[in-house]
Structure formats: C-alpha cells, structure tokens
T-cell receptor, first 114, second 113 residues
Framework: AQSVTQLDSHVSVSEGTPVLLRCNYSSSYSPSLFWYVQHPNKGLQLLLKYTSAATLVKGINGFEAEFKKSETSFHLTKPSAHMSDAAEYFCVVRLSGGSYIPTFGRGTSLIVHP | SQTIHQWPATLVQPVGSPLSLECTVEGTSNPNLYWYRQAAGRGLQLLFYSVGIGQISSEVPQNLSASRPQDRQFILSSKKLLLSDSGFYLC????????????FGEGSRLTVL
C-alpha cells in the first residue's frame, strides 16, 4: 500500500524568503516521488521527480526536494519565494515496478506576500 | 513532442442533462490515460484509468462513465448530471510501464446548476 501526507494545507511566506512544503509518504516498496504545481484553473505541471537516483532532486523554477528514506519524507524547498510561486502544490507517490496508479496528497496552498 | 488536449475548457449544465468531456493525446502511442476530478478546495480524485483501447477501470462508483474508443482518445460521460458532479476535471496520460510521470491537460471546469 502507498499513501502520502502533506502536512500543511496552507503555507504563507513573504517574497524573498525561503519556502518549505512538507510531504511524508508511506510505501511498502521503493517509491517514485513527484511534486506538481497547479496554478488557478490550470492543469498540473511537474516540478521534479525522484526515482531512486540522487536523493537531492533539482526541479524547475529553482525548486528542489530531498528524499530521506529514514524519515519517509520528500519536502519541497526553494531559497527565495517569488510572487509567481503562489499556487497549489501536490506531492505524489507511486510504487516503482508496481502500480501505475499514483497517490496524490491533498495539496498545499502556497501564499506569497509582497 | 507529446501534447494533451482537453475540451471544453468550461461547461455550465443543468441537473439531469448529459455530459461529454473529451481528451486526446498526440505524439505518443498506447499511453495510460486517466480522468481525475478536483472539487473546490480538495485534492485530486481518480475517477477512471485505461491501459488500452476499450479497457476502463473505475475507481469510484458514480453516475459517470468513461470510454476509450481510440488509442489516444479518452471520453468522460454522464447520462444525467447531478449537482455533486460540479468540479474541475483533469485528463492525464503516462507512457506505458511502471515508471514515469503523469502529464496533465489544462482541465475542464464543469458547473452543474
């Protein structure tokens, strides 16, 4: 079985300050992990993915995430928030070599204040 | 390159009317296809997925149905819409196999009045 928990439904930051969006997963096997971003009334866009290579994954728009097996976490970070980062972010887990059905977290809304 | 198209982008329908949302993928063959629904302020709910023509798996019992008449076409339908069917519907595809990420369409906003 697999599951994913996004620990915060909303995160509010000021422009230029760091961003941390938290994600914990549960998986019986080696997982593939993804972060997606969704701007209002748009589809989801892939930010980055982890598939058992380097544990620190760099994505688009300056985002990165670190896979920590001991903590079963895959937190998303960015050193400095931009106004354009305001969006909904989804953490996703899928079993490698297993199901082709990914499990989505409930999402974290990132609010960026000027 | 691969692209995914989804239409209509917005739809306002009365209760009890039928529904048809279409999704097509270009630039790939034999993709896995998915329909998700996103209700206001909530996460994504998987409705249907398909691993091939005519092969549909339903994740949630409801008054919606899906069909895959062609390799790269995925249709979401309803004979009679309910108020609770309102939401943002997203089509997605993934290459065959057990790796890779989903690629999403731009979504269809359905409002049932």
């Amino acid at each position: 079985a697999q599951s994913v928990t996004q620990l915060d439904s909303h995160v509010s930051v000021s422009e230029g300050t760091p961003v941390l969006l938290r994600c914990n997963y549960s998986s019986s096997y080696s997982p593939s992990l993804f972060w997606y971003v969704q701007h209002p009334n748009k589809g989801l866009q892939l930010l980055l993915k982890y598939t058992s290579a380097a544990t620190l994954v760099k994505g688009i728009n300056g985002f990165e995430a670190e896979f920590k097996k001991s903590e079963t976490s895959f937190h998303l970070t960015k050193p400095s928030a931009h106004m354009s980062d305001a969006a909904e972010y989804f953490c996703v887990v899928r079993l490698s070599g297993g199901s082709y059905i990914p499990t989505f977290g409930r999402g974290t809304s990132l609010i960026v204040h000027p | 390159s691969q692209t995914i198209h989804q239409w209509p982008a917005t739809l306002v329908q009365p209760v009890g009317s039928p529904l048809s949302l279409e999704c097509t993928v270009e630039g790939t063959s034999n993709p896995n296809l998915y329909w998700y629904r996103q209700a206001a302020g909530r996460g994504l709910q998987l409705l249907f997925y398909s691993v091939g023509i005519g092969q549909i798996s339903s994740e949630v019992p409801q008054n919606l149905s899906a069909s895959r008449p062609q390799d790269r076409q995925f249709i979401l339908s309803s004979k009679k819409l309910l108020l609770s069917d309102s939401g943002f519907y997203l089509c997605a595809w993934k290459s065959q196999g057990n790796t890779g990420e989903l690629f999403f369409g731009e979504g269809s906003r359905l409002t049932v009045l």
